[in-house]
């Protein structure tokens, strides 16, 4: 019975001591973290005022549908866009066109009627300054699809 | 002694709650009436994913017939040139729906080919159109966009000032002009009265070529925006600011 009494302190210490070595190792670890990365409100570091810079967003405008050379079997499409918020956008189709608006995140879209055989849809979008940007997408209307 | 038979019986108390839902969960039968229709699922997503693949390789080429070389079609288009593969099982066919074969095409028709667009960039030929000639352009319309300098009220004329080049153009508003403004997030018509110098216009039409006016069969307005300065919108770049 004092043999086994024994034995159970024996481990009992030995746990104690695998656990209090672990806590240690994992002190030491978390403060070798700070050290690396200090504290952005430690006192020792010198205030610096950074303004945020801005980056003037490049004019752009990018068709999202129809895709080029695509086939379409039915005559009404829905042509739809990405540019610059609050620009006009101009469309124009085979038999008819559109001017319309981006909204306030940039995005656009516009329905247009297609001719049988092939269609040219062409996209202009302004910018205030003057500048402008077409693109031009060519699809095919075919009721009987390929 | 006595000991050590009550350890032995308490280590396989403990030993059987471990094992106990180990043979529950295998003891457990498949569950077959519930994985017919998780099957039918996944075989209905994957018919889709195929048949959008396909949709996405349905391609149109058209263009003014170059040459045919082993029953590949060689098209001169707007974007350069395009071949078309043919076989037995390529139809084509004329405006009015009447069959032809290869052998009829000739140089210099127009074709539009429908089929399944390759890696190599070539298309694979399920449909050809034969047109004899190319049809021709839609009527050309032209489109300017500016702000308005001056507004003629009795004539109907408006002339925006183009800022890239300084160029300035008359815009003719007839009757039959649509005229429009955003109100609400929505294209609203307007009348011609609602229109003021500084107002931004963009107008589509047929340009005259001696004089230069565009005859606008549609017109957009954004109010008095070119009172503010054109600058492009200002995207912040986030730069980690250190605080005390």
């Known amino acids: 019975m004092k043999k086994e009494l024994l034995v159970v302190i024996l481990g009992s210490f030995i746990l104690g001591l695998v656990i209090t070595g672990g806590v240690w190792t994992a002190n030491n670890a978390l403060n070798l973290q700070k050290g690396k990365n200090p504290k952005i409100n430690s006192k020792s570091q010198p205030l610096v005022n950074v303004s945020p810079t801005p980056t003037l967003s490049p004019f752009f405008l990018t068709i999202i549908k129809p895709e080029n050379q695509s086939i379409s079997n039915t005559n009404q499409i829905v042509v739809s866009g990405n540019t610059l918020p609050n620009l006009p956008v101009v469309l124009i189709w085979e038999n008819g066109e559109d001017i319309i608006q981006s909204d306030s995140a940039g995005n656009f879209d516009d329905e247009v009627s297609l001719i049988s055989g092939v269609n040219d849809i062409s996209v202009t979008v302004y910018s205030q300054n003057g500048n402008q940007v077409t693109k031009k997408i060519g699809l095919v209307y075919s009721k009987e699809g390929i | ?244």
């Open chain 2, 1 to 244: 002694m006595q000991n050590a038979k009550c350890k032995i019986i308490l280590g396989f108390v403990f030993l059987s709650f471990f094992v106990t839902p180990v043979l529950a969960v295998t003891s457990t039968p498949p569950l077959t009436p519930t994985s017919t229709p998780a099957e039918n699922i996944k075989q209905k997503v994957q018919e889709r994913i195929n048949n959008l693949a396909t949709e996405s390789q349905q391609k149109a080429f058209w263009g003014t017939l170059k040459n045919i070389t082993n029953a590949t079609l060689i098209l001169d288009s707007t974007d350069g040139e395009k071949r078309i593969k043919t076989d037995s099982s390529t139809a084509f066919l004329t405006t009015n729906k009447k069959a032809v074969k290869i052998n009829d095409l000739e140089i210099g028709n127009y074709l539009i080919a429908l089929g399944l667009w390759q890696e190599n960039g070539n298309l694979d030929g399920k449909r050809i159109i034969v047109l004899a000639t190319a049809p021709k352009p839609s009527l050309t319309r032209n489109a300017l966009s500016g702000p308005i300098t001056k507004i003629e009220k009795g004539t109907k004329i408006v002339t925006i000032t183009k800022p890239n080049p300084n160029l300035a153009i008359k815009i003719q508003v007839g009757t039959s002009t649509i005229i429009t403004q955003m109100v609400n997030g929505k294209i609203t018509p307007i009348t011609f009265d609602k229109i003021g110098v500084n107002d931004w216009v963009t107008a589509i039409g047929i340009q005259k070529t001696d004089n230069g006016i565009l005859t606008a069969t549609r017109i957009h307005i954004i109010p008095g925006l070119s009172n503010s300065t054109p600058t492009p919108t200002k995207s912040p770049k986030a730069t980690p600011t250190p605080t005390e």
